[in-house]
């Protein structure tokens, strides 16, 4: 069955750019159906959709990260990868990947997740 | 602050119901946006509970319902069980942010 990874560094230095890949396995990340996001989780707090990638590069992030969050697809190596830029203490979370079944435009859920990596921003 | 307001706990004898809230404005639930709601365990990744407001993913015990009623949606959990207990999250569109938007999400407790 599909299965996502998360991997990257733990450890993330302030003001640098955090960056995250997840491989998607068991499956193709070429779907039509399918997008791919990235949703965080910051300590004692709830989710947070960073963004989602179409096969094609088709992206959409949330507004409050747009200027910093980038997020890429290779679809060669089944992956689609996360980079966050200036990161503070703030982006201290632990972050999934996760299969988004677009409904349509103004609907869709995640239906498959990663185990989740967490990324700790600090010097 | 979370666009989609939970309670932060709720809690059930086993064999109890349970509710679970999700309240939202004229941007998101109210403008007829669906909702999906995950269960999320410790230690391991949150799992689809309920999409499209009231499906169940195959798999889903039916003790598991949900339903949406202006402004706001419901996680109904019937016969409850010492597995339940984690922690809930619902989610749907916002208009305003152009995202998916998520609930502050809601302990479950099995007393």
């Known amino acids: 069955q599909l299965q996502l990874q998360e991997s990257g560094p733990g450890l993330v230095k302030p003001s640098e750019t955090l960056s995250l890949t997840c491989t998607v396995s068991?499956?193709?990340?070429?779907?039509?159906?399918?997008?791919w996001a990235w949703i965080r989780q910051p300590p004692g707090k709830g989710l947070d959709w960073i963004g989602s990638?179409?096969?094609?590069?088709?992206?959409d992030y949330n507004p409050s990260l747009k200027s910093r969050a980038t997020i890429s697809v290779d679809t060669s190596k089944n992956q689609f990868s996360l980079k966050l830029s200036s990161v503070t203490a703030a982006d201290t979370a632990l972050y999934y990947c996760?299969?988004?079944?677009?409904?349509?435009?103004?609907?869709?859920?995640?239906?498959?997740w990663g185990q989740g990596t967490m990324v700790t921003v600090s010097s | 602050q979370s666009v989609l307001t939970q309670p932060p706990s709720v809690s059930g004898a086993p064999g109890q119901r349970v509710t679970i809230s999700c309240t939202g404005s004229?941007?998101?639930?109210?403008?007829?946006?669906?909702v999906h709601w995950y269960q999320h365990l410790p230690r391991t990744a949150p799992k689809l509970l309920i999409f499209?407001?009231?499906n169940r993913p195959s798999g889903v015990p039916d003790r598991f319902s949900g339903s949406k009623s202006g402004t706001s949606a419901s996680l109904a959990i019937t016969g409850l069980q010492a597995e339940d207990e984690a922690d809930y999250y619902c989610?749907?569109?916002?208009?305003?942010?152009?995202?998916?938007?998520f609930g502050g999400g809601t302990k479950l407790t099995v007393l």
């Open positions: 004229s941007s998101n639930i109210g403008a007829g946006y669906d």
């Open positions: 499209g407001n009231s």
């Open positions: 068991g499956g193709s990340i070429s779907s039509a159906n399918y997008y």
């Open positions: 990638i179409f096969y094609s590069g088709s992206t």
């Open positions: 989610q749907s569109y916002d208009n305003s942010l152009s995202g998916w938007v």
């Open positions: 996760a299969r988004e079944y677009l409904v349509g435009a103004t609907s869709a859920f995640f239906d498959i």
